[in-house]
């Protein structure tokens, strides 16, 4: 089933409701602080379960104490859709869980 990329307008919209995402290039894209490499760690593994829930998956990136991630829909042509933002807000929504900032 194909997605429909975002307007640049919805693009900036939904961000505003997502303090810390922004768009970088064709994707949104968010780091997190977090205290130590294990809860870093902790919090790669609940986004992995949550990108496989949704058949959506980012960029992610591990650091020592820090989680990354970067993401657009390759099903519409690597553009940013709703598919992106439902991602972001479940991330958004799991990270005080882990200590994340």
Known sequence: MSVAPLSQKEIEDRLAEL???SLDGDRISRSYRL???TAATA????IAQVQ???????????GYDTVSLSVHT???????TH????????????APAH???
């Open 19 to 21: 303090p810390g995402w």
């Open 35 to 37: 205290a130590s490499h």
């Open 43 to 46: 919090m790669v593994v609940h």
């Open 52 to 62: 496989e829930e949704l058949d959506h998956h980012s960029d992610l990136t591990l």
């Open 74 to 80: 390759h099903s519409a042509g690597g553009a940013v």
């Open 83 to 94: 598919k992106d933002f439902e991602l972001a807000r479940r991330v958004e929504d799991l």
């Open 99 to 101: 200590g994340a900032h």
